[in-house]
C-alpha cells in the first residue's frame, strides 16, 4: 500500500498538469481569436468608406438663364436634360470607381471631365438663346463642380483649358496606355515621352469641304484649337505618367480629349453650314489613340 500510494499522486499530479495545459492552451486561442477579430466600430468605417464616396454636386444652370424665346425652348429643356444627365452619370462613376488611383485620381477622371461637358452642353444653351435674343455671358462659371463627402466641398478648379467637349454618350475605342517604368525614370534613363507613347488624332483640316470666306477665320482658329489640345493630352500624358490604373490614360486624357474634339469639330461644321451645307460625319474624327 505504501509503494502504490507514490504512483496514484503522481498519476494525479500528471492528470492535473495536463488538464491546466489543455485549459491554458484554450486560453492562449481563444484570446488570438479575439484579437484577429476587426473592431466592429472599424468595419463600419470601413463599410461607409465604399459605399459612401460621396456626391458630385454643380451650380444650377436653370435659374441662372435669361428668358428663353419660345424658338429655343425646346433646345434649352434638352440641354438641361443632358446637364442632369452628366451628373448622374458622374455619380454613378464615383461608385464604381471607389478605391481606385491616386488623391487625384476623382478630380481628373470624373470632375474634370464633368466640367468638360457641362461647359459644351452650357454653351450650346446660350447659343440657342443667343439666335433670338441677347447671348447670356458668363454661365460658363456655372461648368465647374465639386465633390461632396459629409459635407465638405473637396472637389478643385480643372485647369485642362478652356474649350471642352460636348456628351455624346458614345464608348471611346482608344488604347489604354502602358506607363513607363518607375526605376528608368528614378535613373533618368528613360526619355519619358517616349515611353508614355504620344497621342494622335484624325486630321481634321484635310476632310473639310470648301470652306466660305465668312467662315474662314472661325474655321481656322477652331483647327489651331484642335492642335493646342493635342498638345495639352501629351503634357498631361507626360506630368501624369505612373498615376491611377490601367484604364487612367483612357479615362483621364483620351476621353476628355475626345469630348473637346467633338465641340470643337462641331463648331467648326456650324461655321460651315452658316453660308453653306453643314458637312456631317466629321465627329468620327474626334477619338484620339494613344500610340508608342
Not at 468638360?116 to 447670356?136: C, E, F, L, M, N
Not at 480643372?158 to 474649350?163: A, H, I, L
Request: aromatic share 2%.
Amino acid at each position: 500500500m505504501s509503494r502504490a500510494l507514490p504512483k496514484y499522486n503522481k498519476r494525479r499530479v500528471v492528470f492535473i498538469g495536463g488538464a491546466a495545459a489543455v485549459v491554458l492552451s484554450g486560453a492562449v486561442i481563444a484570446g488570438s481569436a479575439l484579437a484577429g477579430t476587426p473592431d466592429k466600430s472599424s468595419t463600419a468605417q470601413s463599410a461607409r468608406t465604399l459605399s459612401d464616396p460621396g456626391t458630385i454636386s454643380c451650380p444650377d444652370v436653370k435659374s441662372q438663364l435669361p428668358a428663353v424665346p419660345a424658338s429655343a425652348q425646346a433646345e434649352v429643356d434638352r440641354n438641361l436634360t443632358l446637364l442632369d444627365t452628366q451628373i448622374a452619370e458622374a455619380n454613378k462613376r464615383l461608385v464604381d470607381t471607389v478605391g481606385q488611383g491616386g488623391a487625384n485620381f476623382v478630380q481628373n477622371a470624373i470632375l474634370g471631365p464633368l466640367k468638360d461637358k457641362r461647359v459644351s452642353t452650357i454653351d450650346r444653351i446660350a447659343i440657342a438663346i443667343g439666335r433670338q435674343g441677347t447671348k447670356p455671358t458668363g454661365l460658363d462659371s456655372l461648368a465647374t463642380c465639386a465633390l461632396n463627402t459629409g459635407g465638405t466641398d473637396v472637389g478643385g478648379t480643372e485647369t485642362g483649358g478652356t474649350d471642352t467637349g460636348t456628351d455624346t454618350g458614345a464608348t471611346d475605342t482608344a488604347t489604354p496606355s502602358a506607363t513607363a517604368s518607375a526605376a528608368d525614370d528614378a535613373a533618368g534613363g528613360t526619355d519619358t515621352s517616349t515611353a508614355v507613347g504620344t497621342i494622335s488624332c484624325p486630321d481634321v483640316k484635310s476632310q473639310l469641304p470648301a470652306v466660305p470666306a465668312s467662315a474662314q477665320a472661325e474655321v481656322d482658329r477652331n483647327l489651331t484649337l484642335l492642335d493646342t489640345q493635342i498638345a495639352e493630352a501629351n503634357k498631361r500624358l507626360v506630368d501624369t505618367v505612373g498615376q491611377g490604373g490601367a484604364n487612367f490614360v483612357q479615362n483621364a486624357i483620351l476621353g476628355p480629349l475626345k469630348d473637346k474634339r467633338v465641340s470643337t469639330i462641331d463648331r467648326i461644321a456650324i461655321a460651315i453650314g452658316r453660308q453653306g451645307t453643314k458637312p456631317s460625319g466629321l465627329d468620327s474624327l474626334a477619338a484620339c489613340t494613344l500610340t508608342k
